[in-house]
């Protein structure tokens, strides 16, 4: 579901912004730098299971920040890619039934010890890894720079915690996620008082 899909799940966020004296003069080039420095990488050649980084919004499968603008109006958007690989059950039940039955034969024997059998498994897993391709997630982001806030078009768990790990790792500033304690917690219209009342509160059971 992106931004411009029908119906949307989104997170919000609020960026904690670096002191002023600490910002270079141009944020649009901190930015181009972050993205550019942590853009994907493609896995399918390699053994790896995973691959995170970010895309231009307009360009998924080019991850070129020089080529194509993360700029729009007031708002900076691009978006976060994870490549995964991840073979199915199945299909390494079948490899490996296959390869112990080839290793028997082989062998001449009428069974493998318990260690030989993960080990073939493990090279079945090895092989498999190298030859399956990666299936992209892509998850947009609208990142308004002004008022600290920032929009991530998904509510995945895992796909969150990527996003709060590179996002810090890009550009040194902390994500905190708005949930109605963090919005009370972070907005300048709450007193000390009603806050530590919020903190507090504690759930209500209603029953008919």
Partial sequence: MGILSSS??????????KKTEDQPDSVQEI????????????????????SIGWIPYESPYDPDFEKFSFVF?????????????????????????VEITKRLK?????FLSKNEKTDIKDQV?????????????IY????????????FFTTQKAANEELETIFFKSFKQKLIRLFPFTLVETSPSFTDSERDLAANLSTIKFSR
């Fill in 8 to 17: 949307v799940s989104i997170s919000r966020y609020t960026v904690e912004k």
């Fill in 31 to 50: 930015v181009r730098n972050g993205l550019k420095k942590n853009a994907i990488t493609g896995i399918e050649d390699d053994y790896e299971k995973i």
């Fill in 73 to 97: 109006g007031e708002y900076f958007i691009f978006s976060l890619r994870i490549d995964k690989k991840k073979i199915p059950a199945k299909i390494i039940q079948k490899h490996t039934a």
């Fill in 106 to 110: 082989e062998s001449d024997r009428e």
């Fill in 125 to 137: 897993i090895e092989h498999l890894m190298g030859r399956i391709p990666s299936t992209p997630d």
């Fill in 140 to 151: 947009e982001i609208i990142w308004d720079y002004e008022q600290a806030l920032l929009f």
